[in-house]
């Protein structure tokens, strides 16, 4: 699949869904304030961390994991 956009759809044959994909930043109100600027739709969830990094919440048939 070079120079193609990755494909989630064997994830989703196998029954797995993103529950939940949130961004940690340490000025969270600043990410926000950007992201409505920029009128992003389906923006992540902005929340106030140490240190930057994304958190996806997957439904997979074993469970729910967290990716970080």
Known sequence: ???KSPSFSSEAEQGCKLLDFALEHPDAEKVRALYRTLN???A????QGAVFRYTA??????G???LC
């Not at 992540?44 to 929340?47: C, G, L, Q, R």
Request: aromatic letters at 0%; charged letters at 15%; zero cysteines.
């Open 44 to 47: 992540p969830t902005v929340i």
């Open 40 to 42: 992003i739709a389906g």
């Open 64 to 66: 729910i994991k967290v």
């Open 57 to 62: 919440k997957i439904q997979t048939p074993g």
């Open 1 to 3: 699949r070079q120079g």
